[in-house]
Each structure stands twice: as C-alpha cells, then as structure tokens.
C-alpha cells in the first residue's frame, strides 16, 4: 500500500518539470551562489569571542597577561571548562585539552602561553629570542581567530608595561654605551616602582575592561594554526550544502505534502479512503515519499558539493546517511504538517514560505550561527535547520565519529514523529463527516 | 419432522431513516431505503437535494447524525461493507499525472488487489470503459468523456457488487453520455446492484428500473417510472399550455384551474382530450393569449413538477 503511495508520487513528479525544477535545479543553484559569495567572506559583526586560555609558563608576566584576556571585553576567555553542579572544579586546560575543545566546538579558538614565557616575554624587533603564543584555532570560524589575535596584542601591550620598560631600558643601555652607576640606580629604583605598581594593581584588578586601542603587530610572538580544517580544501561548503539543502527541503516537503489538498480537491482523498486504505497508511505513504525525495534532493546537494567544491563526502558517508535519514524524516514531517494546518494551496504557501523562511534566518541556513550573539543561539535551537546544520558540521567538519550525532539524530528524529503525530491529528478533518 | 427455514439473505443495501445535519442545513432528512439484489435504483432529484450526500452516507465518507446504512447486512464503513462497494464520485477523482493504466493500478491496489488478479482487473477495466488504445495516455490528455469513463472503472477495479454512480454524465458530450449508458448496461447485465443519481429524467427512464425522487433531502416518491406516474396522474394525460409572455395573473390562473406554471408554460392534468377545449375557451375568455398548446403522456419531469411544483433542473 504504501509502495503504491510512493510510486505514485515519483511518477507524478517525473511529469512534473516544475516540481523537478523545484525539488533539484533551484537548490543548487542557490548553493552554488551562497558557497562562492560567502564561502570566504563573513559579516562584521564581532560579538564576543569564546577563547580557551591555557598557561604552561605560570611566570608573573603570564598570569597578568592571562588576567588581561580575561578582562578584555571583546573576548570570553576561561581557562577550565565548566563545573558540573555537585562536581569537584575540573583542572585547568593543558594544551592538548584545549585542542580537543576547539575540535570538539567548545569554542572556536584556544591560546596557549609556552613555559618561558616570561623570561622574555615581548620583543620590539624581529630576531630575538622570545616564546610564541599558540593560537589554535577552527577556521569555520576565521574572524574569531583574527580577533584573537588582534586582542592579545592589544592586552601585552597594556598588562605588560613593566616588561616594555625593561626591556627599553636594556634597549637603550646598549645603544648609549651603558649608565652611569647614578643613572642605573635611578631606573632601577623607577622601575621597582613601576613593577610594584603593577603588582598592586594587578591585586586590586577587577571586572573593568581594558581600554580600547589599537592592536600592535609583533609585541609578542604568535603562531596560528586551523587545527580542525588544516586538512581541508573547502572550509565552509559543507556548512552551505546543509544549510541551503534543509531551507529546500522543508520549501520542497511542503509542496509534496501539499498534495494532499489537491487530492482533497479533486475528490481523488475521498475515493482513496473510501478504499481500503486509512488516513494513517496514507499520510505514512506520503511521509515515506517526502522523505525519500529529500534523501535524494541532500545527496545529490553533497555530490554536486563533492565534484565541483571539493566536499570529502565519501569518507563521511555513515555520517552523511545518519543525518540525511533524520533530517529528511524531519523535513517531510514538518511538511506533513504543514499541508494538514492548511485548507487550500494558497494558504499553505503563504504558512510554508514564512515558517521556513523565519526558521532558515535564525536556524543558520542563511548565515552561521556561531555569528549570532548568545541568545540567537538558543532560539536558533528550536528549528530544524539548525540542528541538521550541526550534525552536518560534526560529520564534514570535525571529523567527528558517527555516535557524536546521537543528540542531532535524536532531536531530529523525535521532531519528526511529533510533527507527524500533530499532522495525523489535524488530518482528522479528512476523515467521514 | 421439522425443518428449519432458510435465513434470508440480507438486502445489498438497507437505510433506515438517516439523517445529515452540516450546521443548519439538513441535508439527508430520514430517508429509508432498500435494495435488492440486480436492481437499479435511480435517485433522481435536483442539484442540492441530498442525493450526493445519500451516497457518501452509503460509502461511509459522511456519517449521518441517526440512522443506519448496512451492505449486505454489514454497517456502512466496515470492511466487509467496503469491499462490496464501488463508488463513482461525481468530480474527476484522478491522478492527473498518470496514466490511465497507473490511475487503475494505483485504486486497485488501495482495493488490496495484486499481481495476476490486479492485471486482469486492469483488462477488464480497459475493455469496459472502451480505453484499451488510450491505456497508456496521461490522464490531462484524454477527452472529458475518456476521464469521465476512467473515473468509473477506477470506482469499479474491484467488481464490487454494489455500484453507486454519482452523476456520472456531468459535463459529458451527447455521445459520451451514450457510451457511458451503454458501460451501467453492461454492469447490470453482469448481475451488479446499481444506485444512480442524476437529475436527469431520460437517464432514470433509460437505465433505473425503480427510481426514488429525491427533494429537500427526502425521497418523495418511490416506485418504477410507470408506478409513478400512475400515483401522480392515474390514467391523466399532461396538456402543456405555453401562455403569452405579457399574459397578467398566467400563475394564479393556471393555478386556479388545477395546473402548474413553470417557465411560461402552464401544466394542466387532464383526464380525457376534450378537457383541452374547455382550457382554450377559458383562456379565451380571461384574455390570456396561448401562444401553443401540446397533450403527451406524463414523464418524471411532470411528476416531479407535480410534486414539487418545481422543474427538475432548477
């Protein structure tokens, strides 16, 4: 029964060019567009950036540095993850847990200040010995980074004052053929003041931020390195090839299941369930079609991203199956519903467009998430879009094994069976009068 | 030694006194009807009478606020009541993207029908609604009167014992219509129970050997064609007076003498030829103008303007 359900739908669309269109061209299209405008080009908006911050040197010079980031209005910077309520605090970040977080999504960027640090903290010129802060960062996420790094230089510049002063000093010495004893004891004596001050106010520090300046280039050494995406040719397609493919999906679930009107229509619903078939068979039936057009409309999206944007899809296919299973069965679900909310065609679009439009915005199908401030972030949760998005993201991005995308799969899942029992109840209108 | 009676065998179909409410409207208001096995029974009224909602009572699509329907004993909407029934609706219930065969397929198996059986019914269907040539078309590309014969053999993939055809000539062309007589003919000649609803009389005359006149959601008057006319008229033959348009007072005169104005033409029952005469003197004498004046055997169109003092059409 349901084959037949199924079969009837492939064969109407493959008469259907309009639809054809719809379900297959458009979309990509669409992709295509999005993966070159944006592929590497984000807005400017800066909101506050996540840093985990990792000390190896615990010198004088790196605490103050590690408290300045931490005062630093522009960044979000913790050093340990989060307390579990009734667990002991967790250790502070080592280098190699920080790593991991950033792979992991904890946060798009980790610091980390090497042992001997302070010994030589900062360098006015090229070609001195000097430690290089690590910035390890995940390159879905390129302006994180970049205001990392602008922003630590900007914090060595102002809670390293004592270590410039030095190091001026022994700048100058050189170059004027030493001090007299006098003159060395008087910026000795200055510079005790200077470091006493520091260490006084570095006491008394509270939650004020730093002022606002410029960065300066170079004052101390950084090295960045992508630690999730140094492997890969095309940072951002995967992210586009979800988040375009699930805005179609849900346009293209919601013409399918629009059917349903167009059969209530044309009196075509009433014979069928006059039939021996029930309202439930048939909503599955029409479910299982749904679901297995937006499993092909997603894999030929990732193909198309494989040949023509160097997309690894081959390596990921249980991840790619596992998502594309639960987002098409989501998808369809929400179009199932759709159609059983409407009374005619027209009303189902207008319903259709402006849903999955608002859901698209805020889900992250049209512009990442890890833009969005904090509480956008949470909204962006209650759509489909955006927990296909980071399912996708774990697969293609982060390398992450199949059973990571247990909670994606779940939500996904579960929505869909929600969505498909509130279409069935709705559907009731359908049934004997 | 005593014996035992054979049980008789239930009714293909049995209403008693159901009734169908949307809102203020009644549309089904108690209507009792039953039907043997091999009849055709015409439900003939006009559009908005309650005959469509009477049939979909039957098929279990609407479900009447009292009353029962039962199919061969078992109650409207059971399976066993499903799998005797074949529905014709009146609108074209297709796929309009598939092709006649698939259209046939695709009912035939929500009709549980499969493999050799579905094919063979798929045959039968092709060669009944005359559309073996046209089998594999798509459907928006058949003509009005080859939709509307797909339509029907879609209803009938099942050969179910009970047929009920919903208007099944709306919209069709002189020939069609023809060609879909010649299909219910066939059905009946096969041995199917017929229900046929139409608010043409000429197909009730044609196909139905007993006809329910449907208005207002009652059945009015039942009985074969003859049986009804008998009950109207009795031996009454039916002088149709077409009286001048600027005629004054044609209805309260017409109606004066026993008749029934409608459309300008006054419908008098007469029981001998020579009550014409007496009709044209006192037209003559009240100074209405006859513009023509024709005695014929009454039809169920007269015996519904009898009843209902409305045509059949309106």
Not at chain 1, 195 to 219: E, K, T, V, W, Y
Request: hydrophobic share 45%; glycine share 8%; aromatic share 6%.
């Amino acid at each position: 029964m349901i084959s037949t359900i199924v079969r009837n739908g492939f064969l109407a669309l493959r008469r259907d060019r309009g639809a054809m269109m719809l379900s297959f061209i458009l979309p990509i299209a669409f992709f295509s567009i999005f993966a070159i405008v944006f592929g590497s080009m984000f807005g400017d908006s800066t909101p506050r950036v996540n840093v985990l911050v990792v000390d190896e040197d615990h010198s004088p010079s790196s605490e103050r540095l590690v408290r300045a980031l931490r005062q630093e209005r522009a960044l979000v910077a913790v050093t340990r993850p989060d307390a579990r309520s009734g667990e002991p605090a967790p250790p502070d970040y080592t280098a190699a847990t920080a790593e991991a977080a950033v792979k992991h999504g904890t946060a798009p960027v980790a610091l980390v200040i090497p042992a001997g640090f302070g010994a030589n903290p900062i360098s006015f010129m090229p070609g001195t010995s000097r430690k290089t802060i690590r910035i390890l960062h995940d390159s879905s996420n390129p302006v994180a980074a970049q205001v990392v790094a602008g922003m630590l230089q900007k914090v060595a510049m102002t809670s390293l004052s004592g270590s410039m002063a030095d190091l001026g000093m022994r700048y100058f010495a050189q170059a004027s053929g030493g001090l007299t004893p006098q003159q060395r004891q008087n910026v000795e004596s200055s510079l005790a003041r200077m470091h006493d001050q520091n260490a006084r106010r570095d006491a008394q520090a509270d939650d004020a931020p730093a002022a606002n300046g410029d960065s300066f280039g170079g004052l101390v050494a950084v090295e960045m390195r992508d630690v999730v995406g140094e492997n890969k040719r095309s940072p951002m397609v995967a992210f586009y090839a979800a988040g375009i493919g699930v805005m179609f999906l849900m346009f293209t679930a919601s013409a399918t299941a629009g059917s349903l009107l167009d059969e209530a229509e044309s009196g075509a619903l009433d014979r069928i369930l006059s039939a021996r078939v029930s309202m439930t068979t048939l909503l599955a039936g029409k479910l299982t079609y749904s679901m297995l057009l937006a499993c092909a409309q997603l894999t030929l999206m990732f193909l198309w991203g494989a040949a023509v944007f160097h997309l690894d899809l081959f390596t990921h296919v249980p991840g790619f199956v596992a998502m594309t299973v639960a987002t098409s069965f989501a998808v369809a679900a929400f179009g199932m519903l759709l159609a059983s909310l409407s009374h005619t065609r027209g009303q189902q679009a207008a319903i259709a467009t402006l849903l999955i439009l608002t859901m698209s915005a805020i889900g992250g199908s049209m512009f990442p998430r890890f833009l969005m401030p904090e509480t956008m972030k949470k909204v962006g949760l209650l759509t489909l879009n955006a927990w296909a998005i980071d399912g996708y993201t774990k697969v293609f991005w982060r390398d992450e094994p199949v059973w990571h995308l247990v909670p994606q799969v779940a939500v996904l899942l579960g929505a869909g069976v929600i969505l498909f029992l509130v279409a069935r109840h709705f559907a009731r209108r359908w049934e004997s009068v | 030694m005593a014996t035992t009676a054979p049980a008789a065998s239930p009714l293909p179909l049995q209403i008693d006194s159901i009734v169908k409410r949307f809102g203020e409207v009644t549309a089904v208001d108690g209507i009792s009807l039953a039907v043997q096995e091999r009849a055709c029974l015409g439900l003939l009224g006009p559009n908005g009478a309650g005959k469509s909602t009477l049939i979909r009572s039957i098929v279990g699509r609407v479900r009447p606020d009292s009353g029962s329907v039962r199919v061969f004993g078992q109650p409207a909407n059971s399976p066993a009541a499903r799998k005797e029934l074949g529905w014709v609706p009146q609108e074209l219930a297709l796929y309009p993207l598939l092709t006649g065969r698939e259209n046939l397929e695709a009912f035939g198996r929500y009709q549980g029908l499969r493999g050799k059986a579905l094919r063979e019914a798929i045959g039968w269907c092709l060669e009944w609604a005359s559309l073996a040539d046209r089998a594999d078309s798509v459907v928006k590309t058949l003509s009005g009167g080859m939709r509307r014969r797909l339509n029907m053999a879609a209803g009938l993939i099942h050969r179910p014992r009970i047929v009920l055809l919903d208007e099944p000539t709306v919209g069709v062309d002189p020939q069609s219509r023809n060609h879909i007589f010649e299909m219910v003919e066939a059905l009946r000649g096969e041995g199917a129970t017929v229900i046929y609803t139409t608010h043409y009389m000429e197909e009730a005359e044609r196909l139905c050997d007993r006809i329910a006149i449907v208005d207002h959601g009652r059945i009015i008057a039942e009985g074969s064609k003859d049986e009804l006319v008998a009950q109207s008229f009795g031996s009454r033959s039916d002088v149709l007076m077409r009286l001048d348009a600027a005629a004054p007072n044609a209805a309260a005169w017409t109606a004066s003498r026993g008749g029934t104005l409608q459309d300008g033409v006054a419908h008098f029952p007469v029981d001998r030829p020579s009550d014409i005469a007496s009709l044209l003197d006192a037209a003559a004498r009240d100074g209405l103008g006859v513009v023509d004046l024709v005695l014929r055997r009454p039809n169920l169109e007269s015996v519904f303007l009898q009843l209902t003092g409305r045509d059949l059409r309106q």
